[in-house]
């Protein structure tokens, strides 16, 4: 069975601080690495991580795939109060063989006090 | 515009009824899905459909079932509703089942 694992589940920070978001993952037939951040309502995708070692940037939200050892991070560099939210890593595996494709980890549920 | 649009946002009903919930993608996606995210806000699969087929969670009970009239909508049908299908359901749409997934604001169905 797929598994995404996310730490930390929770991270409490103060406002400017940078946060580095783990994610680690044992898929069958990986395709790609993507990362959502959910807020009170629908995840909304941030980033989608096909190749190894390839920074992905969007502001001050950044990401990386390690495929070798099978992890991620995302950062957040000075962050701000609007950053509060619970962020999703979610592996992608090849399509076909009767399973989907996603699979969603835990999430870490980021709060950043002013 | 919304891209991907679900109706109704709540949904209060008795154990035992049948409701329906809609999902509309005006995106042009060949792919929808259905999740349930639970209490603990994990997001699972329920359902995956493209192109006419349909790939289902096998742990999903059959008193579930999607209906896609056309490729741009998606509908979770719900027979003899239980307490513990009380959650929040996600519809959402991808380019095809090997690009991002695109999430609608979500329906929190209550059973009582």
């Known amino acids: 069975e797929d598994k995404v694992v996310q730490s930390p589940l929770s991270l409490v920070v103060h406002e400017g601080d940078t946060v580095t978001l783990n994610c680690s993952y044992e898929v069958t037939n990986f395709r790609s690495l993507l990362w959502y951040k959910q807020e009170k309502k629908a995840p909304t995708f941030l980033f989608m991580l096909?190749?190894?070692?390839i920074e992905k940037k969007s502001g001050r939200l950044s990401s990386i795939l390690d495929k070798k050892e099978l992890f991620s991070i995302l950062n957040i560099t000075a962050t701000q109060t609007g950053d509060s939210a619970v962020y999703l890593c979610v592996s992608l595996r090849y399509s076909g063989g009767g399973a989907d494709g996603l699979t969603f980890g835990k999430g870490t549920h980021l709060i950043i006090q002013p | 515009d919304t891209a991907v649009s679900q109706t109704p946002k709540y949904l209060v009903t008795q154990m035992g009824n049948d409701k329906s919930i809609k999902c509309e993608q005006n995106?042009?996606?060949?792919?929808m899905y259905w999740y349930k995210q639970d209490s603990k806000k994990f997001l699972k699969i329920m359902f995956s459909y493209n192109n006419k087929e349909l790939i289902i969670n096998e742990t999903v009970p059959n008193r579930f079932s999607p209906k896609s009239p056309d490729k741009a909508h998606l509908n979770l049908h719900i027979n003899s509703l239980e307490l513990g299908d009380s959650a929040v359901y996600f519809c959402?749409?991808?380019?095809?089942?090997?690009?991002?997934?695109?999430f609608g604001q979500g329906t929190r169905l209550t059973v009582v």
């Open positions: 959402a749409s991808s380019r095809d089942r090997n690009t991002e997934a695109f």
């Open positions: 995106l042009g996606h060949d792919t």
């Open positions: 096909t190749s190894s070692g």
